[in-house]
């Protein structure tokens, strides 16, 4: 079975961000008929991580970072994200 783009967003970011923290939730459905989506889903996703990785970096330096870890993702039919990249400080943890 071929793996989901969602396993693999899991995946890549756990392998580069070792993460404290890592949600990756499909939001694709919310999305039916807006730019970008696919019948098929695996489109729009909301992620939430939680990582060391992000310490001493602005806001805009997080997403960069996830975005260009995701590059192959959005050659893959990723379309949107909503990031949310948290130190383990900032999230309590």
């Known amino acids: 079975m071929a793996e989901t783009l969602k396993d ?3 995946a890549t970011l756990g392998a580069a ?3 404290a ?9 919310l999305h039916a008929g807006h730019a970008g989506a696919r019948s ?3 489109t729009h996703f ?5 990582s060391a990785a992000f310490e001493g970096k602005s ?5 960069r970072l996830v975005n260009g870890l995701l590059e192959e993702g959005f050659r ?6 909503a990031l949310r990249a948290r ?5 309590g943890i």
């Open 59 to 63: 806001r805009v330096e997080r997403h």
């Open 21 to 29: 923290q890592l949600d990756v939730i499909d939001e694709s459905h």
């Open 17 to 19: 961000l070792t993460p």
């Open 76 to 81: 893959r039919g990723l379309h949107a994200l």
């Open 40 to 42: 098929e889903g695996e």
């Open 46 to 50: 909301r992620l939430d991580v939680v």
């Open 8 to 10: 693999w967003i899991a």
């Open 87 to 91: 130190t383990p400080a900032e999230a």
